[in-house]
T-cell receptor
């Protein structure tokens, strides 16, 4: 069964350091999403791609966060510099297109010390 | 009023019972509705997807949507200890909004 892949699964970093997360969506899925999930909350959208183009990044803190999906397949989310408040689960999801079911990866749990 | 309201629980029920999980929403523009199951420290797993009012059944799971009341439900029949998880509702139009999730404990 096809799955969304993410790495690393866990990351511990010191504040002010740079950190990057990688996501490989289900093959053929044109839409890719990055979410942040704080413990006890639902996922909140950070950025949405349609192929290689950003569709929605209105909730992405652009002073420190960046995301790219250069070839319209896999994607990288970067934080620089990391802050204590960035500690959370970062989830990647993909779907065939907008308004289709979203399938999530296992997530990257980030701890900033 | 938040767009999506979901009781965080925890909800504890005995094994074999029928579980009812619910979300209410305020935005009548939502057109499609999903339920996810999330185990601790894992990514959400899609259980049900529907875009119309009424019931949709898949095995032990039934999703119910009442657009007139802005109310959605997930029923789990013959609940098992392995169903213990957090259940998230998700509602979409141009973007998807998630509820905060309900923690469910099935007691053996």
């Amino acid at each position: 069964e096809a799955e969304v892949a993410q790495s690393p699964r866990y990351k511990i970093t010191e504040k002010s350091q740079a950190v990057a997360f990688w996501c490989d969506p289900i093959s053929g899925h044109a839409t890719l999403y990055w979410y942040r999930q704080i413990l006890g909350q639902g996922p909140e959208l950070l950025v949405q791609f349609q192929d290689e183009s950003v569709v929605d990044d209105s909730q992405l803190p652009k002073d420190r966060f960046s995301a790219e999906r250069l070839k319209g397949v896999d994607s990288t989310l970067k934080i620089q510099p990391a802050e204590l408040g960035d500690s959370a689960m970062y989830l990647c999801a993909s779907s065939l297109s907008e308004r289709h079911e979203q399938y999530f990866g296992p997530g990257t749990r980030l701890t900033v010390t | 009023q938040k767009e999506v309201e979901q009781d965080p629980g925890p909800l504890s029920v005995p094994e074999g019972a029928i579980v009812s999980l619910n979300c209410t929403y305020s935005n009548s523009a939502f057109q499609y509705f999903m339920w996810y199951r999330q185990y601790s420290r894992k990514g959400p797993e899609l259980l049900m997807y529907t875009y119309s009012s009424g019931n949709k059944e898949d095995g032990r799971f039934t999703a119910q949507v009442d657009k007139s009341s802005k109310y959605i439900s997930l029923f789990i029949r013959d609940s098992q200890p392995s169903d213990s998880a957090t259940y998230l509702c998700a509602l979409g139009d141009d973007k998807i909004i998630f509820g905060k999730g309900t923690r469910l404990h099935i007691l053996p």
